[in-house]
């Protein structure tokens, strides 16, 4: 991977399970959320899609956290289910962190991960990864080498 981890945009703590036909998505917690210094507040929020995007060319969203109001270290503790159908297999699951701009709301970076490698019984993923460039999120994810000290959410 040709990806430049100190360009990320800060770091994102997730977990994946599949079960039956669903995947279980648990957005937990991000840290050094990164926002342009043109915006006066920094109002995360996580998206969940599947890609690539629908014929009208946007990301089939499945779900989205709440907003968390004025901190570059939300904590959201949110579980969503996505569900799975055959011809989902050749998709992606992308995780964005968007911000609810002064003016517009705009991505602050995420990662995607592959739907044929993650919908299997017995699979799962938890950790933390880095928020990239939405070019590369949507390809791939990063996973932190390093623990995220003094953020524990349970």
């Known amino acids: 991977e040709d990806v430049n981890i100190a360009q990320h945009k800060g770091k994102l703590r997730l977990a ?39 014929e009208e060319g946007d990301p089939k969203l499945e779900n989205q956290t709440k907003v968390a109001t004025d901190t570059r270290d939300p904590a959201f503790r949110e579980t969503f289910l996505v569900k799975i159908d055959e011809g989902d297999n050749t998709q992606r699951l992308l995780i964005a962190l968007w911000n609810q701009g002064d003016v517009e709301d705009y991505s602050c970076g995420g990662m ?34 390093q623990p995220v000290k003094d953020h524990v959410v349970a």
């Not at 507040?41 to 996580?46: A, K, M, R």
């Not at 933390?128 to 390809?139: N, P, T």
């Open 16 to 54: 994946l399970s599949f079960d039956s036909d669903s995947l279980i998505v648990s957005i937990l917690e991000a840290c050094d959320v990164q926002v342009p210094s043109s915006d006066t507040s920094c109002n995360p929020y996580v998206k969940i899609s599947l890609i690539p995007s629908t």
């Open 112 to 145: 995607s991960f592959a739907i044929e490698e993650f919908a299997k019984p017995n699979m799962s993923v938890n950790g933390w990864y880095y928020l990239l460039d939405d070019s590369e999120a949507e390809k791939s994810h990063i996973r932190c080498e």
